[in-house]
């Protein structure tokens, strides 16, 4: 398959899990269990179009850090266990490790809490001519924070800017950031990984029998299963109010590994092949230069074997 059919499919590919206005989003229309009309059996084949996609993704990465003009964040949300870090792992696979930026967020320091909650993650931006991957976010500022409200009594803001309003203006300023990021040519693609509760047992069940997941497991993951409607209500209202255009919300089933790493994949292919990226052309002079400097070479190499 070609380059060009293959930006092609992708694009068509990750189309309907797209969000680009929030409005009425419900998150209960979106099934995690969702493999489109693809089977089980395609599993392999999937494997496959993965391959030829992370290939795809190296070469626009390359001519991203060439031109060195474009940056693009990816943001992942998603509750405990739903693949975020299985999913960079296997995307990013083949991309230059130069041109990549992996940030993952984890509970506020006492530095960081001594500063706006933006403050940490724009010290992590990516660079131009990068891809930067935000593991948490921003986001968790309206998801962690909303649904245990003594985080928000941790980030000592003035006691009456903290009205019943704080979500909202949240949301706003969100929206704003992202507005400001991306006229400064940052491509924003935030991904939410939609795994159901049962899935999510299973995955947690899998760390305490497989020794070799023992180490992912954590106490504290599995009570967070308590708060599992708040925080669906809080990830439905955080893609209601957040997604725009410019910076749009990839709502993605997760039950299945191979689907969700299929979809962002060409999540991400879709937006770097809709930059129009090609490589630096060079001016007249280098081009003279280019010339000079393989003649001289030349000249150099017929001396030594004469
Ligand atoms: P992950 O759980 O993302 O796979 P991890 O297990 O390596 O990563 P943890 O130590 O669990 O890392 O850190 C992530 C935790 O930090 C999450 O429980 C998340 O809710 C919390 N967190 C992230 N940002 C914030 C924030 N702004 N305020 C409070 N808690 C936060
Ligand atoms: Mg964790």
């Given at each position: 398959?070609?380059?060009?059919?293959?930006?092609?499919r992708?694009?068509k590919?990750a189309?309907?899990f797209?969000?680009a206005?929030?409005?009425?989003?419900?998150?209960?229309?979106?099934?995690?269990?969702?493999?489109?009309?693809?089977q089980?059996?395609?599993k392999?084949?999937?494997k496959?179009v993965?391959a030829?996609g992370?290939?795809?993704?190296s070469?626009?990465?390359d001519?991203?850090?060439a031109?060195?003009r474009?940056?693009?964040?990816i943001?992942?949300?998603?509750?405990?266990?739903?693949?975020?870090?299985?999913?960079?792992?296997?995307?990013m696979?083949?991309v230059n490790?130069q041109?990549?930026?992996?940030?993952?967020?984890?509970?506020?320091?006492?530095?960081?809490?001594?500063?706006?909650?933006l403050?940490?993650?724009?010290?992590?931006?990516?660079?131009?001519?990068?891809?930067?991957?935000?593991n948490?976010s921003?986001?968790?500022?309206?998801?962690?924070?909303?649904?245990?409200?003594?985080?928000?009594?941790?980030?000592?803001?003035?006691?009456?800017?903290?009205?019943?309003?704080i979500?909202?203006?949240?949301?706003q300023?969100?929206?704003?950031?992202?507005?400001?990021?991306?006229?400064?040519?940052?491509v924003?693609?935030?991904?939410?990984l939609?795994i159901?509760?049962?899935e999510?047992e299973?995955?947690?069940?899998?760390?305490?029998?497989?020794p070799?997941?023992?180490w992912?497991?954590?106490?504290s993951?599995?009570k967070?299963?308590?708060?599992?409607?708040?925080?669906?209500?809080?990830?439905?209202?955080m893609?209601?109010n957040?997604a725009t255009?410019e910076?749009?919300?990839?709502?993605?089933?997760a039950?299945?590994?191979?689907f969700?790493?299929?979809v962002?994949?060409?999540a991400?292919?879709?937006?770097?092949?809709?930059?129009g990226?090609?490589?630096?052309?060079?001016?007249?002079?280098?081009l003279?230069e280019?010339?000079?400097a393989k003649?001289?070479?030349?000249?150099?190499?017929?001396k030594?074997?004469?």
């Amino acid at each position: 398959m070609s380059s060009k059919d293959l930006i092609k499919r992708a694009r068509k590919f990750a189309a309907p899990f797209r969000v680009a206005k929030g409005g009425k989003f419900r998150l209960k229309d979106i099934d995690p269990g969702d493999t489109l009309h693809l089977q089980s059996e395609d599993k392999p084949r999937a494997k496959e179009v993965l391959a030829m996609g992370v290939e795809l993704l190296s070469e626009l990465q390359d001519m991203l850090y060439a031109q060195d003009r474009w940056a693009v964040l990816i943001i992942l949300q998603a509750m405990d266990a739903a693949g975020k870090d299985g999913t960079i792992k296997h995307i990013m696979s083949g991309v230059n490790p130069q041109g990549c930026q992996v940030h993952s967020f984890k509970s506020p320091s006492p530095e960081e809490l001594d500063h706006d909650y933006l403050w940490r993650c724009m010290k992590a931006l990516p660079n131009k001519g990068n891809i930067g991957i935000f593991n948490r976010s921003y986001y968790e500022e309206t998801l962690v924070v909303r649904v245990h409200k003594e985080y928000l009594a941790n980030e000592k803001l003035p006691p009456e800017l903290v009205t019943r309003n704080i979500w909202k203006e949240r949301f706003q300023d969100i929206r704003n950031f992202e507005r400001y990021l991306t006229r400064n040519g940052i491509v924003i693609r935030k991904f939410y990984l939609h795994i159901s509760k049962e899935e999510q047992e299973r995955r947690f069940m899998e760390r305490i029998d497989n020794p070799e997941k023992n180490w992912k497991f954590s106490a504290s993951d599995v009570k967070e299963r308590q708060h599992w409607d708040e925080y669906m209500k809080a990830f439905e209202d955080m893609i209601r109010n957040t997604a725009t255009k410019e910076a749009p919300w990839y709502v993605v089933p997760a039950d299945n590994k191979w689907f969700t790493r299929l979809v962002v994949a060409a999540a991400i292919i879709d937006a770097l092949a809709s930059l129009g990226l090609h490589y630096p052309k060079v001016d007249d002079k280098k081009l003279e230069e280019l010339a000079a400097a393989k003649k001289s070479m030349l000249g150099e190499k017929k001396k030594r074997s004469g």
